[in-house]
């Protein structure tokens, strides 16, 4: 389908444009453009859309988030929708979103609902994102609900930033640590090898493995590279089963040094999650449903399965949380109070911020115990190449005293 640019005069006579990709002719855009309410000015016929290349774009969750927050004002200042998305449209920096928002326009245009049309991009508008725009739309309430998604989304670049730059420091010493080694494998390992090989020195056990290993590296790293691919392809395929990917998601949240975060995270997600859905009118048993979705985790999956049959019986929210050591004291409490009082919402809300507090804190802890223990790896495996290379040397120089 080929791209129109237009220029049309809405119901009060203000001109607008933009561009629709999903008719054959002007006159089929003319009709398109009569069903909301605009009469065609004029139309430019452009290039073949772009629309099948877009998989090939990357959107940040920060632009998601600033969308959002632009997008919540602008309706909430008493602009029509699509007047919002055309401005958002033209707003656009990265091309990909652009085009994005254009179709989801053109899919309101049409007559689309605003989740369905946001629900092509599941990819990019969250689960969150799309259940908030569905509880906006139902409940009449699509200002506040886009509101609460920037916020939320805005939350989360901020944790993702706050992890990344936690582990900045550490992965750097992990991918120095692996640089230096292979180093000392490939360019001084051998040198030492045909110097020792030249005056027949005797070579003990870490001579000999250094020098193994720095036969394989330079000979076999077409091999090694071929291995690689290999194994990252096959994992990849393993991820894609259930079975695979429930049993890592359970070992995510028991593994070592890393499972209590882990697991904080994951209640982090739902709670916050689950609070601001319910504050919008969303029901206690669909709003576990989409926090557990967010939450992203299939052990966690199967806890919430099981708290959905206990709270459709009777039972209490704070009462099922209780009787799964993965949710927190905090939010144990704060969910009790909040029934108690009639305000759950707000309560578990409080919770994820205090939670939230606590990730941090635990990060910092975490950090504190690891760099240390990175730099005294790197030494131990630096100080044990090195003593590799410099022991026939000095048994050598034994021999010739």
């Known amino acids: 389908m080929p791209v129109f640019t237009y220029v049309a005069k809405d119901e009060k006579g203000a001109m607008v444009t933009g561009t629709y990709a999903d008719v054959g002719s002007s006159s089929e855009l003319r009709d398109e453009l009569d069903k909301i309410g605009y009469t065609l000015v004029r139309a430019r016929k452009g290039k073949q859309s772009n629309k099948e290349n877009r998989r090939f774009g990357r959107v940040k969750q920060a632009d998601v988030a600033t969308f959002a927050y ?8 008493g602009l029509p929708i699509l007047r919002c998305l055309e401005t958002l449209e033209q707003q656009a920096d990265n091309p990909f979103f652009r085009d994005i928002i ?30 908030m725009i569905e509880a906006g739309e139902v409940g009449g309430k699509l200002g506040d609900t886009l509101q609460m998604s920037a916020v939320y989304l805005e939350k989360q670049v901020q944790l993702k930033q706050k992890l990344i730059s ?6 750097f010493v992990s991918v120095m640590c692996l640089l230096v080694i292979t180093f000392l494998l490939i360019f001084v390992i051998p040198v030492f ?6 005056v027949h020195a005797n070579m003990p056990g870490p001579t000999l493995v250094l020098v193994a290993a720095s036969n394989f590296v330079r000979t076999c790293w077409p091999a090694a590279i071929i291995i690689a691919g290999l194994s990252m392809l096959g994992i990849r395929k393993l991820f894609k089963t259930a079975k695979f990917r429930a049993g890592w998601d359970d070992f995510k949240l028991n593994m070592p040094i890393f499972g209590k975060l882990n697991r904080m995270l994951v209640i982090l997600h739902f709670t916050r999650t689950f609070a601001m859905l319910l504050s919008v009118g969303v029901s206690v048993i669909k709003s576990l449903e989409m926090a557990c979705v967010v939450a992203h985790n299939e052990t966690f999956s199967g806890i919430i399965s099981e708290m959905k049959k206990s709270i459709q019986s009777g039972g209490s929210i704070a009462g099922s949380f209780k009787k799964y050591d993965i949710f927190v004291p905090v939010i144990v409490q704060m969910a009790s109070s909040g029934e108690e009082v009639g305000m759950l919402p707000e309560m578990l809300g409080k919770g994820a911020e205090l939670l939230d507090k606590d990730v941090e804190r635990a990060i910092n802890s975490l950090l504190v115990k690891l760099e240390p223990a990175l730099t005294l790896a790197m030494g131990l495996i630096v100080g044990f190449i090195l003593m590799g290379a410099y022991l ?9 005293k």
């Open 166 to 171: 936690s582990f900045i420091y550490p992965v």
């Open 70 to 77: 632009k997008f919540a004002g602008m309706y909430t200042a």
């Open 392 to 400: 026939p040397m000095f048994d050598y120089m034994g021999h010739l």
């Open 102 to 131: 254009t179709d989801v326009r053109e899919g309101v245009a049409s007559g689309s609902s605003l989740r369905d049309a946001f629900g092509k991009y599941r990819d990019i508008f969250s689960d969150f994102f799309l259940g």
């Open 193 to 198: 090898s045909k110097l020792y090989a030249q």
